[in-house]
């Protein structure tokens, strides 16, 4: 436990990539297997169940200590971050002296996060007391963190597979593959990664996915991605390229080897149970083979809305096609193997012919489907069809290069995403809330409102709750923010501060869907920030009925799947 804690905070102190790799390294050289496959399980972001509730462990440590909540949740106030609190507070209490030695990662993951007794009160509550007067303050707030099911260190899944590599000795790209779609490691496995052996014994594992670049980042600064000439300047020759709709759904992967079918999301998680039509249909398949592809609501060959795709993900059990259920279809747009042979070495093109012979004689309607292809002859012309992107229910353009083998990750020059610009509106802050990692302390999550009302003096104009946004601004606009909201502040609700309703902000937005969840009535897509408007004042802001009008007609059918 102690290696990990120092692992943890060697690396919030560390930005530079190379040396977040040398200490992970490092740490995966010296750990027993049995860790490194919890930490594994952590790092490449595989929630664990929460067995403890936040609430329970700020107010039993309250009453071991003797403090009242109210005053637990200044502190957490002033801290910023509830994990950091309670391992300060927990100083108040004397340790434990009868406490065995040094616990291994494993044995604190048994006994203080995983075991199934922590659902019950009068077992969770003496062994968290028990964790308290045990461990040192930086170990307390490790395990506060690990009790909150995720455990997010600020290193992406690719500085992980990069130190597996070099630790085995074997390429970045192999090590990957060993890695995708895994279960959870147990120590045996962890051996087997770390000697180099190969591991890839498990039928329905996928491959790591290949990822597009936004295609703003190699436009020149003044241009942007309306300018099909800055398009064309950039990336050349467009018989170069391969043009295909961004769709808007679940990027996925389906594998089918023998009688084992598997689909997974781009993060690993298999999404068999919610889509069980999809796995039904690759039975059909004339040859084993792991397409790539996206999971869509569809209605017939149309797409639907992707909120409507959203009610199938998490069901255990799922009839889709009776009680008002969302019809699905997986668009394949890539054939990564076939028959056991990797593909992901031959150029687009070649994989592009043999998927097309794969589901050429198809029907048009099963819910395995080909990806179309745009035939475009020059850039203005696909430029037109991303312009037509929202009547299409896309997002906008995907454009590959014909030359490119498939590599994991995102690997800029082969694959572009060429989406629709957002939709955007003023919004009035009413309330914000304190941030999180190294944002905890300011207040840096903001509740954003629009107007309604006003057409009578029985219906006053008033400002209603539509979103919250927290990424967008730079470090020192929040900064700025939370001096004037510690100012501003009119009351409070918990840990939420209310202030003054004269800050205007520019929210982006992917779509609009109606919302008996919100006070305004709707709900925005993906919001975040893309300025403060100092220009304007509270009452230019926009108004419900405005943004509402964005709606797409599709998203408003009733849940009975009458439309």
Same mark, same amino acid.
């Given at each position: 436990?102690?290696?990990?804690?120092?692992? *943890?905070?060697?690396?919030? &102190?560390?930005?530079?990539?190379?040396?977040?790799?040398?200490?992970?390294?490092?740490?995966?050289?010296?750990?027993?297997?049995?860790?490194?496959?919890?930490?594994?399980?952590?790092?490449?972001?595989?929630?664990?169940?929460?067995?403890?509730?936040?609430?329970?462990?700020?107010?039993?440590?309250?009453?071991?200590?003797?403090?009242?909540?109210?005053?637990?949740?200044?502190?957490?106030?002033?801290?910023?971050?509830?994990?950091?609190?309670?391992?300060?507070?927990?100083?108040?209490?004397?340790?434990?002296?009868?406490?065995?030695?040094?616990?291994?990662?494993?044995?604190?993951?048994?006994?203080?996060?995983?075991?199934?007794?922590?659902?019950?009160?009068?077992?969770?509550?003496?062994?968290?007391?028990?964790?308290?007067?045990?461990?040192?303050?930086?170990?307390?707030?490790?395990?506060?963190?690990?009790?909150?099911?995720?455990?997010?260190?600020?290193?992406?899944?690719?500085?992980?597979?990069?130190?597996?590599?070099?630790?085995?000795?074997?390429?970045?790209?192999?090590?990957?593959?060993?890695?995708?779609?895994?279960?959870?490691?147990?120590?045996?496995?962890?051996?087997?990664?770390?000697?180099?052996?190969?591991?890839?014994?498990?039928?329905?594992?996928? =491959?790591?996915?290949?990822?597009? !670049?936004?295609?703003?980042? *190699?436009?020149?600064?003044?241009?942007?991605?309306?300018?099909?000439?800055?398009?064309?300047?950039?990336?050349?020759?467009?018989?170069?390229?391969?043009?295909?709709?961004?769709?808007?759904?679940?990027?996925?992967?389906?594998?089918?080897?023998?009688?084992?079918?598997?689909?997974?999301?781009?993060?690993?998680?298999?999404?068999?149970?919610?889509?069980?039509?999809?796995?039904?249909?690759?039975?059909?398949?004339?040859?084993?083979?792991?397409?790539?592809?996206?999971?869509?609501?569809?209605?017939?060959?149309?797409?639907?809305?992707?909120?409507?795709?959203?009610?199938?993900?998490?069901?255990?059990?799922?009839?889709?096609?009776?009680?008002?259920?969302?019809?699905?279809?997986?668009?394949?747009?890539?054939?990564?193997?076939?028959?056991?042979?990797?593909?992901?070495?031959?150029?687009?093109?070649?994989?592009?012919?043999?998927?097309?012979?794969?589901?050429?004689?198809?029907?048009?309607?099963?819910?395995?489907?080909?990806?179309?292809?745009?035939?475009?002859?020059?850039?203005?012309?696909?430029?037109?069809?991303?312009?037509? !992107? &929202?009547?299409?229910?896309?997002?906008?353009?995907?454009?590959?290069?014909?030359?490119?083998?498939?590599?994991?990750?995102?690997?800029?020059?082969?694959?572009?995403?060429?989406?629709?610009?957002?939709?955007?509106?003023?919004?009035?802050?009413?309330?914000?809330?304190?941030?999180?990692?190294?944002?905890?302390?300011?207040?840096?999550? =903001?509740?954003?409102?629009?107007?309604?009302?006003?057409?009578?003096?029985?219906?006053?104009?008033?400002?209603?709750?539509?979103?919250?946004?927290?990424?967008?601004?730079?470090?020192?606009?929040?900064?700025?923010?939370?001096?004037?909201? &510690?100012?501003?502040?009119?009351?409070?609700?918990?840990?939420?501060?209310?202030?003054?309703?004269?800050?205007?902000?520019?929210?982006?937005?992917?779509?609009?869907?109606?919302?008996? &969840?919100?006070?305004?009535?709707?709900?925005?897509?993906?919001?975040?920030?893309?300025?403060?408007?100092?220009?304007?004042?509270?009452?230019?802001?926009?108004?419900?009925?405005?943004?509402?009008?964005?709606?797409?007609?599709?998203?408003?059918?009733?849940?009975?799947?009458?439309?």
């Amino acid at each position: 436990m102690r290696c990990f804690t120092r692992l *943890v905070i060697e690396l919030a &102190r560390t930005r530079r990539t190379s040396e977040r790799i040398d200490r992970l390294e490092t740490y995966l050289r010296a750990a027993p297997p049995v860790d490194i496959a919890h930490v594994l399980d952590l790092l490449v972001g595989r929630r664990r169940p929460r067995r403890v509730p936040t609430g329970r462990l700020r107010s039993w440590l309250a009453e071991a200590i003797d403090l009242p909540e109210w005053m637990v949740a200044a502190c957490h106030e002033h801290v910023g971050d509830l994990a950091e609190t309670l391992a300060i507070l927990a100083e108040e209490l004397d340790p434990d002296p009868h406490a065995a030695g040094e616990p291994s990662l494993d044995e604190v993951m048994q006994r203080y996060v995983l075991a199934p007794d922590l659902q019950i009160e009068r077992t969770a509550r003496p062994r968290l007391l028990e964790g308290w007067r045990r461990f040192d303050r930086d170990e307390r707030f490790v395990l506060h963190k690990l009790l909150g099911g995720g455990f997010r260190m600020g290193v992406g899944r690719g500085l992980v597979v990069e130190a597996l590599a070099r630790v085995a000795g074997v390429e970045t790209a192999v090590m990957a593959h060993r890695l995708a779609g895994a279960p959870r490691l147990d120590a045996a496995r962890v051996e087997r990664l770390l000697a180099g052996e190969d591991d890839t014994d498990d039928a329905g594992r996928p =491959y790591p996915p290949s990822l597009a !670049s936004p295609i703003e980042t *190699v436009l020149p600064p003044e241009s942007s991605a309306n300018d099909a000439m800055a398009v064309a300047t950039a990336l050349g020759p467009i018989d170069e390229w391969q043009v295909e709709p961004k769709w808007d759904g679940i990027r996925g992967q389906l594998v089918r080897r023998g009688t084992t079918v598997s689909l997974w999301s781009r993060h690993d998680e298999p999404i068999d149970r919610s889509f069980p039509e999809i796995v039904g249909s690759a039975a059909g398949l004339a040859h084993d083979a792991v397409l790539d592809g996206e999971v869509i609501a569809v209605d017939g060959a149309d797409p639907r809305p992707f909120a409507e795709l959203q009610r199938r993900l998490g069901v255990h059990r799922v009839e889709p096609l009776l009680f008002g259920g969302t019809p699905v279809a997986f668009i394949a747009f890539d054939l990564l193997e076939a028959d056991g042979v990797d593909l992901r070495s031959e150029p687009l093109v070649e994989r592009r012919r043999r998927l097309e012979t794969l589901l050429r004689d198809r029907d048009p309607l099963d819910p395995i489907r080909l990806g179309p292809i745009a035939e475009v002859g020059d850039w203005s012309a696909a430029a037109a069809i991303r312009a037509e !992107s &929202r009547a299409r229910r896309i997002e906008g353009l995907v454009v590959k290069r014909r030359s490119s083998p498939y590599r994991g990750g995102r690997i800029r020059g082969d694959w572009w995403k060429w989406k629709i610009d957002p939709f955007t509106a003023d919004l009035v802050m009413t309330a914000a809330r304190l941030g999180h990692g190294r944002r905890g302390g300011l207040y840096a999550d =903001y509740t954003l409102a629009a107007w309604t009302g006003g057409a009578s003096a029985s219906e006053p104009r008033r400002l209603v709750t539509v979103a919250s946004a927290y990424s967008g601004l730079e470090d020192r606009e929040i900064a700025t923010l939370d001096a004037w909201i &510690r100012r501003a502040t009119t009351g409070r609700r918990g840990p939420v501060r209310l202030v003054e309703p004269s800050v205007v902000m520019e929210i982006a937005f992917e779509a609009v869907r109606a919302s008996d &969840r919100h006070r305004g009535g709707i709900a925005l897509r993906f919001p975040r920030i893309v300025r403060i408007r100092a220009d304007k004042r509270a009452e230019e802001a926009d108004e419900v009925e405005t943004i509402a009008a964005l709606i797409d007609p599709a998203s408003v059918a009733d849940r009975t799947g009458r439309r």
